[in-house]
């Protein structure tokens, strides 16, 4: 059984950081393409950042880029979100998905909350 399981969301006053980890198991983890997304109330789903394992290149929504970084580490079949200098409008639920060519799985996502 697949599982997709985020950690380390929370709330976070502006300016500040958070790391979320997302835990996979139940694949060949290094076959899939792996993706946060977020989603703020009332708001589609967003691809924020995502890795291939085969490649250093990360790539970045325009609205996160020079703020987060991605990395995965294969070894411990894991993918993490730094988030820096966190905005209010960063608030949302944000996801995992791990993805190839015929399947697609997602977590259940954590919160993240950006206030003073």
């Known amino acids: 059984q697949v599982q997709l399981v985020e950690s380390g969301g929370g709330l976070v006053q502006p300016g500040g950081s958070l790391r979320l980890s997302c835990k996979a198991s139940?694949?060949?983890?290094?076959?899939?393409?792996m993706k946060w997304y977020r989603q703020a109330p009332g708001k589609e789903r967003e691809l924020v950042a995502s890795?291939?394992?085969?490649?250093?290149?990360?790539s970045y929504a325009p609205s996160v880029k020079g703020r987060f970084v991605m990395d995965r580490d294969d070894a411990e079949s894991t993918v993490y979100l730094q988030m820096e200098s966190l905005k209010p409008e960063d608030t949302a639920v944000y996801y995992c998905?791990?993805?190839?060519?015929?399947?697609?799985?997602w977590g259940q996502g954590t919160q993240v909350t950006v206030s003073s």
């Open positions: 139940g694949l060949f983890f290094t076959r899939y393409l």
């Open positions: 998905n791990a993805q190839d060519r015929i399947t697609d799985y």
């Open positions: 890795a291939f394992s085969s490649s250093t290149v990360r």
